[in-house]
């Protein structure tokens, strides 16, 4: 199916089962612990050997010798693979540096080797008794340092890296209200619960790997670059994941490690990372500097937004885009946004939840609170003047496809009761808490990705699902089976729905926060098909016929699915391909975010008081697991204001603090009563389901709130994330 | 992990025996920080002594004060409805510590004998002189932000991580032990944990195989009691600064501070932050440490209710 023209009415719109809060269909088996992840998937491979990966221990440099003579001594240990016996690795395009380091060490814990063993203890003894000399250089690791070496990046998946409008400079020297701030914003790691882990097993020249990943195309793609061998000899399953963040976009070393080993042993072998090795193994979002300048006319409007950027990265591999809500969130007929790019030799850094728009928030939102103090004007007055309903890059000719921004600050703020805001900072006290309020707007871009679905419907009118889209946590399971339910007009427990395994048609997978729409829509797409077959195999017209209650009807006559379908059963198979949706209109999601801090008057602790969330992202196919997600993201985004930090050891080139003991992400206790409001949207132009994505939306904006919180509350205007309490201390009034 | 061999224990000086037979033994409670440390290579003891089945799981009268035995669990000091109600602020100490789950394994000898937070001695590729003397220091100059600012030294700046050892610290607390021959002694809690110098990897001043087999408090002392601990997240986090403070009821205060140094800091009749935190070593990371720590000072003079 060709999505290329607006969503007229069609079988979603009835809502029966698509809209409604149904709980997620593998709940209950992920809490009673039946739902076997990755690691865990010891029936597929019972005879599976443990691998133990052994990281560097530089950051840059070669090694000049591997002993694994004193390892493969060791008891239970069945082989060790290193570059040495590994055989020809290829790097994938999509990774910065190689998965198994050799002789060249690339960064910090990059895996040198992998320990095989009988048990998971042997293999963990074993993997220190490894000997691995290096010949190390020095490095380079601080971003600030080499911002000057920064360069543009080379244009990539996401277009040039830089866009004027207008001229910027001109217009802002003369914008009689002007800010021009600077943030920092740290290396972040996903920390989602469950480590890369996977198993893999040969049966002869094909690969079967057990894993837990976010995109099962690019898992059987990577993997045949790296190893060299055709695609269709590699299978990847991948029916449950503990979480991805972005972390599990592209095969990791638990993947590659454990097929080497498999080939080595000529025996299955399974491999999860440890905790610690998720920061330093795998990636990152990367560390930003960010410069915000913004000029406005007394009376609010913006005539002049530049935000520049610079982040580092391994081998000129990406840059993060921070400035990429600037270009689409206000008007403004001046505007600039630019990424230069530095070489760093920490870790790669990669997507992580909402890549841009996450730390992009942190200094734009908190520049719009400098500027509304200046103009003496309302945050969310100003912001609400500045809207606009087309790109302002691209103008009138690219309207957005739906945009209630003014709507979810306005709502908000009545809900939050904001008009209570006292503008002037530090006048509120609640016993030794500085109490503030502040306010961000939130706008995660809504991407689609091409899907593709196969639907059968058997003798019984049941229906199965199957399609390679991932669930990592997010509800893609129960969006999906509610999904087919709307379209064949059977009740969501007689669908099923498979995915994750890599012989099912290919999806868009999980990333972006295109996976829900995306992959909603190519079961959609298959279902008009099936549809069609079934209409077809009846002789009856199509455009006549309705799908209801088990039943297929038209022009009076009724049949039930089971019959339908006959005694083979019927199925199809498409796939949705967005066309040029994507240029006609800008899409995003949005959002308002309204917080109440309470700062230490003493210790500059601070406490999230209270939370809400105001969101439109089109038709919500499931707002219990849409809640869900906007939840789950507010939290990370207060971990990004208050805690969360990967610490660079400048001079050894690593995250110091690589566990969650260390580095900190919100506990329960740092997060109140979460009010999440969706306002009703329903988007035409983004897909047929007429949704936009919501996983990342909650992310972006409200670690701005925070901040601007903590100024209304203190008169403390912090520019240098996360606000740990040591960077309130020295502008606190004396006790 | 090194594989390691292991008995269980059936009383303590069956216990202390062990572990002068087995050099390099450990003795083995709620294994919290332990077990991780083996899991690093930290530690590599080739012999366990599980002491759990020894008794010593009560907390008992002893004249005025109280007698905690050393396999008391955390939870279950911090709920004792005498702790409680006579020496408040380790109730909430302890409670500020960990996690429910690590406070239901961990004892109240383990929590005084746990090792530093320290993430480069936790790291067994990078120098560390705690955990291989003479090696070297990797935090002075690395990531110090949580590292100590009293009592350490050019060798080590590592902090003890406890918040129930400065509530036992600033209550006078005293630290009973039997050694293999059978002896018992008792030490101060003062005298317990050593300063680093230049031998950090000595951290306490017990003989080999001597073990801790109980704590006792003196009479309650009465007066406020607070503990306040000042951390990046609400829950489940080592203090930047920890205070434990008494104000007795004659007016005068009684300070400990965690989060500050390698052992509960104490400066025995301190008044003010000046007395407290003198000869303070401060790293341009770790320095609100000193202002924090003087900042709580001057609220609890004040009387401050800082909680």
Redesign the interface.
């Known amino acids: 199916m060709k999505f290329t023209a607006p969503a007229g009415p069609n079988p979603i719109d009835q809502g029966k089962v698509i809209g409604h809060p149904h709980d997620r269909i593998d709940g209950r088996a992920k809490v009673t612990g039946t739902a076997a992840y990755a690691y865990e998937r010891n029936q597929l491979a019972p005879n599976a050997a443990y691998g133990v990966m052994v990281g560097s ?1 530089i950051a840059t440099g070669k090694i000049t010798r591997i002993d694994t003579s004193r390892a493969e001594a060791a ?1 239970g240990v069945l082989g060790v693979v290193t570059y040495k016996n590994a055989g020809k690795l290829r790097k994938a395009r999509s990774h910065a540096a190689r998965l198994l380091a050799g002789p060249q060490v690339e960064h910090f814990d990059q895996s040198v080797a992998l320990v095989v063993a009988e048990t998971f ?1 042997q293999a ?2 074993a993997a ?1 008794l490894v000997r691995v000399d290096y010949a190390p250089v020095q490095g380079r690791y601080d971003l600030a340092a080499e911002k000057a070496n920064a360069k543009v990046p080379k244009a990539g998946q996401f277009g040039p890296s830089d866009s004027q409008t207008g001229d910027f400079e001109s217009a802002f020297g003369r914008a009689p209200v002007t800010v021009d701030s600077t943030f920092t914003t740290p290396d972040q790691s996903h920390m989602m619960m469950e480590p890369h882990a996977s198993i893999a097993a040969w049966h002869g020249d094909q690969l079967l790997l057990w894993t837990s990943n976010q995109m099962i195309a690019w898992a059987v793609h990577d993997t045949s670059e790296i190893l060299g061998i055709r695609p269709e000899k590699i299978h990847v399953s991948s029916p449950f994941i503990g979480g991805g963040f972005g972390g599990k976009l592209w095969v990791r070393s638990d993947a590659i490690l454990a097929a080497l080993g498999a080939r080595l042993i000529k025996r299955p072998v399974k491999v999860a990372l440890t905790r610690a090795q998720v920061p330093n193994n795998t990636t990152h979002r990367p560390a930003t500097i960010q410069r915000v300048r913004l000029g406005a006319d007394p009376d609010g409007k913006l005539q002049a937004i530049a935000h520049e950027s610079w982040s580092g990265n391994l081998n000129s591999f990406r840059e993060e885009r921070a400035g990429s809500q600037t270009r689409l969130l206000y008007a403004g007929a001046n505007r600039l946004v630019t990424h230069r790019l530095a070489d760093l030799d920490l870790p790669e850094g990669n997507a992580m939840r909402a890549p841009g728009e996450a730390v992009g928030h942190l200094s734009l939102e908190v520049a719009m609170d400098e500027l509304a103090e200046k103009l003496n004007l309302d945050p969310v007055q100003l912001r609400v003047l500045n809207d606009v309903q087309y790109d302002p890059e691209k103008g009138p000719e690219r309207p957005f496809s739906s945009r209630k921004l003014v709507e979810c600050l306005q709502e908000g703020a009545r809900r939050f009761g904001w008009s209570k805001r006292n503008p002037k900072p530090a006048q509120i006290r609640d ?2 808490w500085l109490i503030g309020l502040g306010v961000s707007s939130a706008l995660r871009n809504n991407p689609t990705k091409e899907s593709e679905a196969r639907v059968r419907v058997d003798k019984h009118g049941k229906i199965t699902v199957e399609s390679d889209m991932t669930d990592i946590g997010t509800g893609s399971y129960t969006i999906l089976a509610q999904t087919a339910a709307e379209m064949m007009g059977v009740p969501l427990h007689h669908v099923t729905v498979k995915l994750a395994e890599s012989h099912y048609p290919v999806s868009c997978g999980s990333g972006g926060q295109f996976g829900g729409n995306s992959s909603a829509s190519s079961v959609y797409a298959a279902c008009v098909r099936l549809r069609q077959a079934l209409a077809h195999k009846a002789g009856w017209d199509i455009e006549a016929t309705t799908f209801e209650d088990g039943k297929m009807s038209c022009a009076g006559q009724s049949m039930p699915l089971a019959q339908a379908a006959g005694p083979k059963g019927l199925s199809a198979q498409d796939k949705i391909e967005f066309g040029d949706t994507q240029k006609k209109w800008a899409q995003s999601s949005f959002g308002a975010h309204f917080v109440e801090v309470g700062v230490h008057r ?4 601070t ?1 999230i008081r209270r939370l809400l969330g105001v969101f439109t992202a089109g038709r919500i196919l499931n707002p219990k697991t849409a809640r869900s997600q906007l939840i789950g993201a507010m939290a990370k985004g207060i971990g990004a204001a ?2 969360e930090e990967l ?1 660079v ?1 400048k ?2 080139g690593y995250f ?3 566990d969650l ?2 580095y ?1 992400v ?5 997060i109140p009563h979460t009010e999440v409001v969706i306002l009703e949207e329903i988007d035409d132009k983004s897909s047929p389901m007429k949704a936009k994505g919501v996983g990342e939306l909650g992310i972006c904006g409200i670690g701005a709130a925070v901040a601007n919180a903590i100024y209304n509350a203190t008169g403390i205007r912090l520019r240098d994330y996360p606000f ?3 960077k309130l ?2 502008h606190l009034p004396p ?1 | 992990m090194q594989p390691f061999t292991y008995q269980r224990a059936q009383t303590p000086q069956e216990a202390a025996q062990a572990a002068q037979k087995h050099p390099h033994a450990r003795f083995i409670a709620g294994g919290t920080n332990l077990l991780d440390l083996m899991k690093h290579q930290v530690e590599t003891p080739p012999h366990l002594i599980d002491v759990n089945h020894i008794g010593l799981d009560k907390i008992t009268s002893a004249g005025d004060g109280l007698r905690i035995g050393a396999l008391v669990r955390n939870t279950d000091l911090a709920a004792d409805v005498r702790i409680r109600r006579d020496y408040p602020v380790l109730s909430r100490a302890l409670l500020a510590g960990a996690s429910a789950q690590l406070r239901n394994k961990a004892t109240t000898a383990g929590n005084l004998l746990q090792r530093t937070r320290c993430p480069y001695f936790y790291d067994t590729s990078k120098p560390c002189n705690k955990r291989k003397p003479g090696s070297g220091c990797s935090a002075i100059g690395g990531y110090e932000r949580n590292l100590g600012i009293l009592g350490v030294s050019d060798a080590c700046i590592a902090t003890h991580p406890s918040d129930m050892a400065v509530a036992m610290r600033v209550l006078d607390a005293q630290v009973e032990t039997i050694s293999p021959d059978g002896s018992q002694r008792t030490i101060p809690i003062a005298d317990l944990h050593r300063l680093p110098g230049h031998t950090p990897h000595l951290e306490t001043n017990l003989k080999p195989g001597e073990l801790i087999t109980h704590v006792t408090l003196p009479k309650p002392v009465g007066g406020r009691q607070t503990y306040i601990k000042v951390r990046d997240r609400a829950s489940y986090a080592f203090a930047a600064v920890s205070m434990a403070a008494v104000q007795l009821p004659d007016g005068r205060f009684q300070f400990a501070f965690g989060g500050l140094a390698p052992k509960p800091w104490r400066v025995e009749g301190a008044q003010n932050a000046e007395q407290i935190l003198a000869g303070a070593r401060t790293t341009p990371q770790n320095a609100f440490k000193k202002t924090l720590a003087s900042r709580l000072i001057t609220s609890a003079l004040q009387g401050v209710k800082l909680p």
């Open positions: 221990t008891p203890e963990r003894h220190k016993g030794n003493v210790t500059g602790e406490r208050l805690c610490v050891d001079r050894h110091v603090n690589h003991a260390e900190h919100p506990v329960h206790a740092d740990t309490p040591d201390l020295d006790v």
